[in-house]
């Protein structure tokens, strides 16, 4: 079994600030992990992923993300924020094998927000 | 041109009827993924496909028939439409399966009335 919970439904920041977005996992096989965008009205496309080479993953747009087996997180950032990075942030899971390879399973979504 | 393609954007239809979804993907993928987001935006995986072959069937109502007449091709047709099926269906490819990228559509808002 395999789930993720996206800690805040919502985050705001200021242009120029740093975005943090929080993603936990539970995985009963090591995990692939993934962080996917949706822009308003649009289908969600990939930022990053990590699938079992290195824990600090660099993707699109200026963000990464960091994975932490310890602490079964994978939390997405970036720098500095852009009046283009308002979208949806998903965080999906996958198990590395069983029955859960080939399913992603999605967190419920952040909203960012960024503001002038 | 449009990696991941489906038709309608928006279906509005009364309950009981029988609609269908279509998608295409020109990325030249073998696998190909029906997903459900529900007014809460909440994402989840549907059924997938590889080279015409049912891999994935989550808990599906019987009402859901996927179709797969080629692998650039996974059509979604539900019978006896339901208020609770109003959603945002999108449509996915990926080359192989497993961990490679998935590559979704624009999605199709369907609105039962």
């Known amino acids: 079994a395999q789930s993720v919970t996206q800690l805040g439904s919502h985050v705001s920041v200021s242009e120029g600030a740093l975005v943090l977005l929080r993603c936990n996992y539970s995985?009963?096989?090591?995990?692939?992990l993934f962080w996917y965008v949706q822009y308003p009205n649009q289908g969600l496309q990939l930022l990053l992923k990590?699938?079992?080479?290195?824990?600090l993953v660099k993707g699109i747009n200026g963000f990464e993300a960091e994975f932490k087996k310890s602490e079964t997180s994978f939390h997405l950032t970036k720098p500095s924020a852009h009046m283009s990075d308002a979208a949806e942030y998903f965080c999906?899971?996958?198990?590395?094998?069983?029955?859960?390879?080939?399913?992603?399973?999605f967190g419920q979504g952040t909203i960012l927000t960024v503001h002038p | 041109d449009t990696a991941v393609s489906q038709t309608p954007k928006y279906l509005v239809t009364q309950m009981g009827n029988d609609k269908s979804i279509k998608c295409e993907q020109n990325?030249?993928?073998?696998?190909m993924y029906w997903y459900k987001q529900d007014s809460k935006k909440f994402l989840k995986i549907m059924f997938s496909y590889n080279n015409k072959e049912l891999i994935i069937n989550e808990t599906v109502p019987n009402r859901f028939s996927p179709k797969s007449p080629d692998k650039a091709h996974l059509n979604l047709h539900i019978n006896s439409l339901e208020l609770g099926d109003s959603a945002v269906y999108f449509c996915a490819s990926s080359l192989t399966g497993g961990a490679d990228t998935q590559y979704f559509g624009p999605g199709t808002r369907l609105t039962v009335l």
């Open positions: 995985s009963s096989v090591p995990p692939y």
């Open positions: 999906a899971v996958m198990g590395a094998g069983g029955t859960s390879y080939g399913k992603l399973t």
């Open positions: 990590y699938t079992s080479a290195a824990t």
């Open positions: 990325l030249g993928h073998d696998t």
